[in-house]
């Protein structure tokens, strides 16, 4: 069966002033509709590579990527990337950084007071209606992350693309963004593909968490599935036996498979 | 041309201050209104003092010096400011005009040649930091023009426009249109690849991507250009004044020069560099409310 991202014998080389680096190859990879992936990997192997691959941002150098049935031949707002620096606008308002996603993709035939409504219901869903007007640098880092999410999200895409995007927050910020985060994702149905490097992120949030072997040419050792049943709660699953078991596996390739090639 | 990002540094160092700061944190406060008293006098006191003491050792030694050379001293020129700011703006013919108008034709010479160079400038800036084929077009031209000398470009203005106004703009033109050129193109090219990415995954119009995001991104790196652009133009219209007449603040201190009036000459020495002071004042005024802050 055909995923909704499918991405067939992908490849990317970067010309380099040392010549040719491969970044990542023999990549195969198919994301169900609704699905939410997880790519992990050690710093450096190619994780970011691959999403930028999937945004557009990246040309693949060999292989086939599909979106939807259609062939990935750029970035578009059918792929909302939540950057992992957050990447606010810092001369706009947090509104205004919105609006200016929301406009691109619905200004063509809705009016202004629809599309600030979808402003105010993006900001709303991620619990910022209050800051709407606040400028970038006014806010925590957590709150400009959640604006960044809710601007990929104000734009109805088919997929959501994440890079590290609680990365920079402390763990107590973190765990309520991926808390919402859950909860957003469930409720929207998007299908979803997040870059981490935190195990207990990934097996908390993911359907599959797809493992990547170290670079140079990575190429995807291991995908795990998580079956473990949704709505999650992360308490629940500290005492989950299941949940340290799946936990295991993913330390154990990171830490005994990653460096051996797939 | 030096790249200098409009954040103006929050703390003020002088020679003083260490000194200063060590005794007030050995110090124990008698109380917290005590202690904050103490730090806004010595915040005062770093701000004031050092800066009034150097304006008092420039007059002491222009004193002096005017005591072994014979130049007007200070009360002299004092004096002689006095009587020529009482009437700044008469009209005596063409050629014997007030203070104020020497300074204010100066200023429109300035105006216009900088004028015309921000208008072709920035646009030209914004095409080379864009585009990497107008900028290798572009290098070899303005790495050839920039170093020239400002005056060396009057014989030429006077050659095609037969006139002394024209071409003290023209030199105004040439001479401060690089600063603004390469500031701005710098400014696009260090605009954020993750702003650019943001308009490629929303496949923002041209139109938008520059309203957006390449115009704000750039616009403190402009003023910067502009800054080092104006300043250029203020002290080349001095010089191109005294070549080419008329009326203008460098015309007139070479007319002083003739009358041997030097209080005169020193007058003006201080009129430009407080006018010069006075502009970049009020460009890093300007940047100051267009700053965005990251972060
Ligand atoms: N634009 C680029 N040009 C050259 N090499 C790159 C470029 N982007 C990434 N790389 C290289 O590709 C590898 C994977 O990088 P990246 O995808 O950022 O890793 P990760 O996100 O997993 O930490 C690294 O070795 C990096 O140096
Ligand atoms: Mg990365």
Not at chain 1, 3 to 17: S, W
Not at chain 1, 163 to 173: C, I, K, M, R, S
Not at chain 2, 233 to 252: H, K, P, Y
Not at chain 2, 262 to 270: D, G, S, T
Request: aromatic share 8%; net charge positive.
């Amino acid at each position: 069966m055909q995923g909704f991202v499918q991405l067939e014998n992908v490849q990317k080389t970067f010309r380099t002033k040392q010549g040719e680096f491969v970044a990542l190859r023999d990549i195969n990879l198919s994301v169900a509709q609704g699905e939410f992936v997880s790519l992990i990997g050690h710093s450096g192997c190619g994780k970011s590579t691959l999403l930028n691959l999937v945004a557009g941002l990246f040309d693949a150098s060999d292989g086939v990527m599909l979106c939807a049935g259609r062939e990935i031949a750029g970035p578009g707002p059918d792929r909302g990337v939540v950057f992992q620096n957050h990447s606010l606008l810092p001369w706009m308002s947090c509104q205004a950084n919105v609006y200016l996603a929301v406009e691109r993709v619905f200004g063509g035939n809705e009016s202004k007071l629809q599309l600030q409504q979808r402003v105010d219901a993006a900001l709303s869903l991620v619990g910022l209606t209050h800051a709407a007007r606040k400028m970038p640098h006014e806010i925590s880092g957590g709150m400009k992350q959640r604006v960044g999410i809710a601007r990929a999200l104000a734009i109805a895409p088919k997929v959501l693309l994440l890079d590290e995007p609680f990365g920079a927050l402390d763990a107590l910020t973190r765990a309520h963004l991926q808390d919402e985060l859950m909860r957003i994702v469930a409720a929207s149905g998007t299908t979803s593909i997040m870059v981490t490097h935190d195990v207990d992120e990934a097996v908390l949030l993911s359907d599959r968490i797809v493992m990547m072997t170290n670079g140079p040419a990575a190429t995807i050792g291991q995908i795990l599935p998580i079956d473990l049943p949704r709505p999650r709660n992360r308490l629940e699953l500290v005492a989950d036996p299941h949940f340290a078991q799946l936990r295991a596996e993913v330390l154990t390739f990171l830490y005994q498979r990653a460096g051996l090639a797939a | 041309m030096s790249v200098v990002k409009l954040k103006p540094s929050a703390t003020q160092t002088s020679l003083l201050s260490p000194m200063l700061e060590v005794t007030a944190a050995v110090a124990i406060p008698a109380s917290a209104g005590k202690q904050r008293y103490r730090e806004a006098a010595i915040t005062l006191l770093n701000s004031v003092v050092p800066p009034a003491l150097g304006m008092l050792l420039f007059v002491l030694l222009w004193a002096q010096i005017a005591h072994l050379s014979g130049i007007p001293g200070p009360l002299k020129t004092w004096e002689a400011a006095k009587v020529l700011f009482s009437h700044p703006f008469y009209v005596k013919g063409p050629n014997d005009q007030g203070i104020g108008w020497n300074i204010l034709q100066s200023l429109s010479r300035v105006g216009l040649g900088f004028g015309l160079a921000a208008l072709i400038g920035i646009p030209l800036g914004f095409l080379i930091g864009r585009f990497g084929f107008m900028r290798r077009l572009s290098a070899p031209i303005i790495s050839l023009l920039r170093p020239v000398s400002p005056l060396a470009w009057l014989p030429i203005g006077l050659y095609v426009f037969k006139e002394a106004q024209p071409a003290a703009i023209w030199v105004i033109f040439i001479s401060s249109i690089w600063p603004i050129i390469i500031n701005t193109a710098t400014g696009v090219t260090h605009v954020p690849q993750d702003y650019l990415n943001i308009a490629r995954v929303l496949q923002l119009s041209e139109w938008k991507v520059f309203t957006r995001i390449l115009f704000p991104a750039v616009l403190p790196y402009m003023l910067t250009g502009i800054r080092l652009s104006i300043g250029v133009a203020w002290l080349v219209i001095v010089a191109a004044e005294m070549l080419t007449g008329g009326v203008g603040i460098g015309f007139w201190v070479w007319d002083e020069w003739n009358n041997l009036k030097v209080e005169h000459i020193i007058i003006a020495i201080f009129v430009v560099g407080i006018v010069g002071l006075l502009l970049e004042q009020a460009i890093l005024w300007a940047a100051k409310r267009f700053e965005y802050k990251e972060d």
